[in-house]
């Protein structure tokens, strides 16, 4: 529910935006480019104060949603956008870990997260609520369909009027999930890269708050609660490695931040976690420069079925790589096969439905394991961040059907017969 409390500020430890690379301060405005060197911005919080406020118990007083995080978050005052976003399983992916020949290996679902069914509500609640005390009465946002959906829903929650942009190929899930919460959707005839620019003209001209634009250092601290709920789910403690899928790459580095966040603290103890971020071979810049040993990233153009990451123009491309290499991890892509894999792989193993995204996750982790790269005694955390109804597509013909059989009792034992013959078929395939 929205909280109906006064707007007053209380002691909010938010204090400033600041510039990634040269420094530079703002206000806590709705900007998101340093006006010295177009260099992104980052909300700067008063760390000792957090330090002397802030305990596990006080955390765990708190709402059960990422809003138990609210000193840790970019909000002013009490009145937030609560849906009961996060909070999300941290699953023990016991049989799926025997497969793959790890021990310690954990799943995050945010395929179940409130009320979209994926990570993106979290960045959403953070925006939207920020947008609301920076007086927006419309909010917006560029969006390969995740964002789109939380975007559209939390702001007919809030009351708040919304227009939405999409490429215009999205899966038929994604775009149905939005326009049920009837906000103004507009499909362009384009990727997401085209999209976003778009965008970028349309904020500068309307003045509506866009999420993922103007917004921006706001809307990424809400991926930081991924950091926080795990760290919490696991006794007050870091893991030794994560792999999360990468598309702008800004996940990946507020999940680092917030870990980082909990340490100087004092709420968990310093630990060096690995960082291994997945993408998709066909829109994988992160990757390739990674591989190639390049500290910048080159755009491509997005032809993978995970459109979802599909962002052929990472804005925080090049701090995922600092991450990855500082903490000894790996950014590595696989093939759209590979992909489908991996949802069927979660699916079978673990009862998780997950989108391309996921799939693209789990694909990954199996062929760093199969590398070497992921130590079978290590604590990994693998983050899925969307559900798998959203993009039936990508798995249809590549999955069973169903028997159908007369209401007789000899029509279901002689289907019953053909379903385990092709069992062991399939199987004496794979053993071939």
Not at 136 to 146: D, Y
Request: glycine letters at 8%.
């Amino acid at each position: 529910m929205t909280l109906a409390t006064s707007p007053q500020t209380t002691a909010a430890t938010c204090e400033k935006l600041k510039c990634k690379e040269c420094g530079a301060e703002y206000e806590l405005q709705a900007k998101h480019v340093c006006e010295e060197c177009f260099g992104p911005l980052e909300v700067v919080y008063n760390y000792d104060t957090l330090r002397r406020t802030v305990t596990r118990e006080s955390i765990q007083k708190g709402p059960n949603s990422i809003w138990r995080y609210r000193p840790f978050l970019p909000v002013l005052t009490e009145n937030v956008i609560d849906v009961g976003t996060g909070m999300t399983p941290l699953v023990q992916a016991n049989r799926l870990a025997r497969r793959l020949g790890l021990k310690k290996l954990y799943i995050k679902n945010d395929a179940v997260n409130m009320p979209t069914l994926s990570f993106k509500d979290r960045v959403v609640s953070v925006a939207l609520s920020r947008a609301r005390e920076l007086g927006f009465s419309t909010v917006s946002c560029a969006s390969t369909g995740n964002l789109a959906n939380s975007t559209a829903a939390i702001a007919a929650h809030a009351g708040l009027d919304c227009c939405v942009f999409i490429p215009a190929d999205l899966e038929a899930g994604k775009v149905l999930g939005t326009l049920i919460y009837n906000p103004t959707v507009m499909a362009v005839e384009g990727n997401y890269d085209q999209v976003n620019r778009l965008c970028c003209e349309v904020a500068n001209t309307h003045g509506w708050g866009f999420v993922n634009i103007n917004l921006r250092p706001y809307y990424s601290e809400g991926s930081k609660t991924l950091g926080f709920e795990v760290a919490e789910q696991l006794g007050w403690q870091l893991p030794d490695h994560i792999v999360a899928p990468l598309a702008s790459g800004s996940l990946f580095t507020k999940i680092y931040k917030g870990f980082q966040e909990f340490v100087k603290v004092g709420l968990v103890d310093e630990k060096a976690v690995r960082f291994s971020g997945a993408q998709a071979d066909g829109c994988s810049p992160i990757a390739q420069a990674f591989k190639e040993e390049r500290d910048f990233v080159t755009p491509v153009k997005p032809n993978t079925i995970a459109k979802s990451i599909a962002i052929g123009n990472p804005a925080d491309g090049i701090y995922a790589l600092e991450i990855a290499r500082k903490t000894n991890g790996n950014i590595e892509s696989v093939n759209d096969a590979e992909i489908i894999e991996g949802i069927k792989l979660l699916a079978e193993t673990e009862g998780i439905f997950t989108e391309t995204a996921g799939g693209t996750t789990i694909a990954v982790l199996k062929k760093l394991v199969e590398a070497g790269k992921i130590d079978p005694e290590e604590t990994t955390v693998a983050y899925i961040t969307g559900n798998g109804l959203k993009t039936q597509e990508a798995v249809q013909g590549y999955i069973g059907e169903p028997l159908t059989i007369e209401p007789k009792l000899d029509s279901f034992e002689r289907a019953l017969e053909r379903s385990r013959t092709l069992d062991r078929l399939e199987w004496q395939q794979v053993l071939v």
